[in-house]
């Protein structure tokens, strides 16, 4: 486990600016947060990484951070109040940090009760996992498992609102060999979706509450006697 988590994006941004494989997972990204950003309101939001792109285009909430622009933060250990963000935006974190559970701890601490997060990531059951060792990027990544990260965030107790699969394509070099394979992208959703090469999850903020029990109740269950007649009975020799 590393002692400091400061978390930077900068290779993540070259790569997905300036690499044909980059740009064609960006663009895709970049509308599917840009749809579901629109209706998301309250006090204050937060980007982690990639300062130079935004994905908040249409958001109306007006305090914004960003993590690697206006602040460096320890992930685990983030400057914000509890219950203080309404909405959190994880482009391709939990991929370039370790011990990406505690950092999924925290986000729960900081995010506002039924706040939203929208994250994207790569997944390890995909093209891009299957040839990891020819992008440059993925070699010091731990590309994710969506089944295993479904069930961690179960336990953290998030909700799952929504979410998408992206790119079903070889991570080709080329564009014209990208656009000569597009029809993967087509028929991906439909027939193999789990196979994308990356993906996004819309997560809320669920609270655990407890339930009282009130003393009249408790007094009926020391007042119950249990039957024992048919015990008895079956009993009997």
Same mark, same amino acid.
């Given at each position: 486990s590393s002692s400091n988590l400061q978390y930077n994006s900068n290779s993540l941004q070259e790569w997905l600016l300036k690499t044909t494989n980059g740009r064609d997972i960006l663009h895709k990204e970049r509308l599917f947060y840009t749809q579901n950003v629109r209706n998301i309101f309250g006090n204050y939001s937060l980007q982690i990484g990639l300062n130079e792109i935004n994905l908040l285009p249409g958001n109306k909430? $007006?305090? $914004?951070y960003t993590i690697n622009l206006n602040l460096e933060a320890d992930l685990?250990? !983030? @400057?914000?109040?509890?219950?203080? !963000?309404?909405l959190i935006i994880c @482009? $391709? /974190?939990f991929e370039f940090i370790n011990d990406y559970e505690? /950092? %999924? +701890?925290?986000l729960y601490r900081i995010l506002a009760p039924n706040g939203r997060?929208?994250?994207?990531?790569?997944?390890?059951h995909s093209w891009f996992g299957f040839f990891k060792w020819k992008i440059p990027l993925f070699k010091r990544?731990?590309?994710? +498992?969506l089944p295993k990260f479904k069930l961690q965030l179960k336990e953290l107790n998030f909700g799952i609102d929504g979410g998408k699969f992206f790119s079903y394509c070889p991570p080709f070099s080329k564009a #014209? #060999? %990208?656009r000569r394979y597009r029809w993967l992208d087509h028929i991906g959703d439909r027939w193999f979706p789990t196979l994308a090469n990356s993906f996004a999850l819309i997560l809320r903020k669920e609270l655990v509450t407890t339930t009282l029990i009130k003393p009249a109740i408790l007094d009926?269950? +020391?007042?119950l006697q249990p039957n024992l007649g048919t015990a008895r009975i079956c009993n009997k020799s």
């Amino acid at each position: 486990s590393s002692s400091n988590l400061q978390y930077n994006s900068n290779s993540l941004q070259e790569w997905l600016l300036k690499t044909t494989n980059g740009r064609d997972i960006l663009h895709k990204e970049r509308l599917f947060y840009t749809q579901n950003v629109r209706n998301i309101f309250g006090n204050y939001s937060l980007q982690i990484g990639l300062n130079e792109i935004n994905l908040l285009p249409g958001n109306k909430i $007006h305090n $914004h951070y960003t993590i690697n622009l206006n602040l460096e933060a320890d992930l685990r250990f !983030m @400057p914000f109040a509890n219950d203080s !963000m309404d909405l959190i935006i994880c @482009p $391709h /974190v939990f991929e370039f940090i370790n011990d990406y559970e505690y /950092v %999924l +701890q925290e986000l729960y601490r900081i995010l506002a009760p039924n706040g939203r997060i929208i994250l994207t990531c790569f997944n390890q059951h995909s093209w891009f996992g299957f040839f990891k060792w020819k992008i440059p990027l993925f070699k010091r990544a731990n590309l994710i +498992q969506l089944p295993k990260f479904k069930l961690q965030l179960k336990e953290l107790n998030f909700g799952i609102d929504g979410g998408k699969f992206f790119s079903y394509c070889p991570p080709f070099s080329k564009a #014209r #060999r %990208l656009r000569r394979y597009r029809w993967l992208d087509h028929i991906g959703d439909r027939w193999f979706p789990t196979l994308a090469n990356s993906f996004a999850l819309i997560l809320r903020k669920e609270l655990v509450t407890t339930t009282l029990i009130k003393p009249a109740i408790l007094d009926s269950f +020391q007042a119950l006697q249990p039957n024992l007649g048919t015990a008895r009975i079956c009993n009997k020799s």
